[in-house]
């Protein structure tokens, strides 16, 4: 009775941890992809890659303001009262005032920090980020530019598969054993 009575609690625990054991490794890989949709750089280089996240993560705030002015000015369009409608373009107005303000910076922190180290793909990713940022700020219209959210997710997908050996040969690790 006694074997019995054990084998089905080892049986039972064997089952919790199988069933605790999955649930941890569900738990970390949204964990993981949480933390690559906001830091996708995978530069060899940590000073690099700490760098190029945040640079994604100011230039995905700029996106993200002018997200802001889209919904708030349509939402200005088609608010039932004057007073919604009015606020609607105080809200744009405000975000279009940030998104300018937070402009010169992201362009600063590509200068200086960004396109010396980082990979090629990336540096032309995010100059084409700040272009298409620069041309929606000036008309707030995106011609034969990409709108800034396609950018960004082109600035993201450069800087998750980037590879060491595209790095600029000064910042290039030499002493690999493949060498």
């Known amino acids: 009775m006694t074997d019995s ?14 069933v605790r054991g ?7 890989a949204r964990k993981r992809r949480r ?3 906001t830091n996708p ?10 760098r190029e996240n945040e640079f994604y993560q100011l230039a995905s705030s700029l996106v ?3 997200e802001r002015i889209e919904t708030d000015t349509e939402y200005g369009y088609r608010a039932d009262t004057a007073q919604d409608r009015r606020d609607a373009r105080a809200d744009a107005v405000a975000a279009r005032h940030d998104a300018k303000r937070a402009f010169p910076h992201l362009l600063r922190v590509l200068d200086t920090e960004i396109a010396p180290t980082s990979a090629g793909e990336v540096v032309a990713a995010a100059r084409a980020l700040a272009e298409s940022v620069r041309q929606y700020l000036r008309g707030n219209t995106v011609s034969e530019h990409l709108h800034p959210t396609d950018a ?16 600029p ?3 290039r690790d030499t002493d690999d054993p493949s060498d």
């Open 35 to 37: 933390f690559l949709a």
């Open 64 to 66: 993200s303001d002018i």
């Open 152 to 167: 960004l997710s082109t600035l993201h997908s450069a800087m998750y598969d980037q590879d060491e050996w595209d790095l």
């Open 41 to 50: 750089s995978r530069a060899a280089d940590s000073y690099t890659r700490t």
């Open 22 to 28: 999955r649930a941890r490794s569900i738990h970390d």
């Open 169 to 171: 040969d000064e910042t």
């Open 5 to 18: 009575a054990s084998s089905m609690l080892r049986t039972g625990r064997d089952r919790v941890h199988a």
